[in-house]
């Protein structure tokens, strides 16, 4: 019985890393598309725009990235 018990218990453990292991992958996924989106929109504006935001492109990696990191927690 005791062999059942540490059994069941260790699959448990497995299926609580595989659980974690895939909420990892799934949030690095979703940052890495806000990232992509945002990089995409920022880099559409104009440079009239972008320091109209207090913005240059050379900005626009440090922003998309913030972004992504600060929205997916």
């Known amino acids: ?3 059942l018990n540490t059994t069941a218990s260790s ?10 292991a895939i909420a990892t992958l799934d949030a ?3 940052r890495r598309k806000l990232y992509r989106e945002t990089y995409a929109e920022l880099e ?6 972008l ?6 492109r050379y ?3 440090t ?5 992504s990191q600060d929205a997916v927690r």
Do not use: N, P
Not at 11 to 20: E, G, N
Not at 44 to 49: H, I, K, Q, S
Not at 51 to 56: F, P, T, W
């Open 1 to 3: 019985m005791a062999y």
């Open 11 to 20: 699959q448990s453990f497995v299926l609580a890393r595989i659980t974690a």
């Open 28 to 30: 690095a996924l979703k």
């Open 44 to 49: 559409a504006l104009t440079d009239r725009e």
């Open 51 to 56: 320091e109209d935001l207090g913005l240059s």
């Open 59 to 61: 900005d626009l990696h």
């Open 63 to 67: 922003v998309a990235a913030t972004a």
